[in-house]
């Protein structure tokens, strides 16, 4: 996807530099994509109240964890399974990969989903540990046993903010950015990527009406 939105944006003259710091210019029109962490020492020179507001925000660390089994191996259509706490699982949910996207396959694929705010010890494990780990909570949920073709870990430290009250405290203080700068991210309140996605669209059009004529640019990870 990542690739083909890339694709998409140099096709249509946008000019894109990968893997550059990008120092706020007070005289351009920015669109400021980045984690909370992120976005508070992007804009610290320029708005110095609003990036110690997003320095408070609390960031949780999660681990997913893609397996692939044989088409043969048991598994569930649907969506995903989330395992709340009391029931014995360490892991916060899994995905069901095959029936959410098309295409998958022959392999049986699933997404385990570790850490949060109750878990954030579990960055800590192997990746051996992690394969064991999800062997024994797999046979537990599934009630049979199935062994791996292959297991990808992918660790996401400070990836995600902690829906909390103290953010909606931070989030209803905020100060406003700066009137050439707009915030993009999951940390402004909106759970889910199509809330994310409904805010980048107004950004983005509410962007394009006021920055008419004048140099633009978007900041992201």
Known sequence: MIFGLHNYLENAG???????????NTSEYMVVC????????????????????LQRIEMLSIATATCFYAPEAANLNGFGCLFPRGQGFRARGVLFNDSIFEGR????SETWIFGGALDPEVLKLTDVEFTNLIASERQKFYGRKDQPLEVHVTRWPNAL?????????VLAGLPSPPENIALVGNYLGRIGLAKILERAAVVAENFAVNCEGSSRRVAAD
């Open 14 to 24: 946008v000019e894109l530099q990968l893997n550059q710091d990008s120092p706020v």
């Open 105 to 108: 396959g022959p392999a049986h």
């Open 161 to 169: 903010p902690h829906y909390s009250i103290e953010l909606e405290r």
């Open 34 to 53: 980045l984690s909370a962490r992120a976005a508070a020492q992007c804009l610290a020179p320029l708005a110095p109240e609003l990036s110690e507001a």
